[in-house]
């Protein structure tokens, strides 16, 4: 089946640095899906990228689409405290709703 | 705000009981609504689709006696965990997309912690 892996698994990082993050598939999907989960809470969606080489903005964070529809990154710029959480990519092939999700990367952020 | 609300936040049952679980579409219809699971320390996994008017369509490996799905209404399913195992303790969490079509993305509900005991 299709698997996604997303690296780094964790990141500490000091408040007002940038932040990225990865996702590879070994197959293609149609659409990439950012989401961020906090303990004890659903995943929020941040960002939703449909088209190959889309790039997408949504305040500080910036999400794009690979162009060979089989990799996605995240940036987060000038990170605050309120952005620790765990970040996930999820993928979309084409059964509608079947999202396969990356492992995670658990973000902390040092004021 | 919310787009998709779950109840009960936790739940702690007995081994042997049967526990259910509510989705809402808040403010839309949804004809269609994901169930995932969630153990600790580990990534989202889809259990099933839930289907308004028809039956639940199962995701390999998920036993559809077990976990019954019943998608009462355009804004409800329900998910009831049957003869619940310490096993089946998890974050259970529900989605749905906002509006029709492939490019709507999926909208998590707040999820549903459950420990059998």
């Known amino acids: 089946g299709q698997q996604l892996n997303q690296s780094p698994q964790s990141m500490f990082i000091q408040e007002g640095e940038d932040v990225s993050m990865n996702c590879t598939s070994s197959s293609i999907f149609n659409t990439w899906l950012w989401y961020k989960q906090e303990p004890g809470e659903g995943p929020v969606l941040l960002i939703a990228?449909?088209?190959?080489?889309e790039l997408t903005s949504n305040g500080r964070l910036t999400a794009q689409f690979g162009i060979t529809r089989k990799d996605s990154f995240l940036n987060i710029s000038a990170s605050i405290p309120s952005d620790v959480g765990i970040y996930f990519c999820?993928?979309?092939?084409?059964?509608?709703?079947?999202?396969?999700f990356g492992q995670g990367t658990i973000l902390t952020v040092h004021p | 705000g919310a787009v998709v609300s779950q109840h009960p936040s936790w739940v702690i049952c007995k081994s042997g009981t049967s526990v259910k679980i509510e989705c809402r579409s808040l403010d839309f219809q949804a004809t269609t609504m994901f169930w995932y699971r969630q153990f600790p320390k580990q990534s989202l996994m889809l259990m099933a689709t839930s289907n308004e008017g028809s039956k639940a369509t199962y995701e390999q490996g998920v036993e559809k006696d077990k976990f019954l799905i019943n998608h009462a209404s355009l804004t409800l399913s329900t998910l009831t965990v049957t003869s619940a195992h310490p096993e089946d303790s998890s974050f259970y969490i529900c989605?749905?997309?906002?509006?029709?079509?492939?490019?709507?993305?999926?909208?998590f509900g707040n999820g549903t912690r459950l420990t059998v005991t």
């Open positions: 989605s749905a997309p906002k509006r029709t079509g492939t490019n709507s993305p999926l909208h």
């Open positions: 999820a993928g979309q092939g084409t059964s509608y709703g079947k999202l396969t």
């Open positions: 990228l449909y088209k190959a080489g």
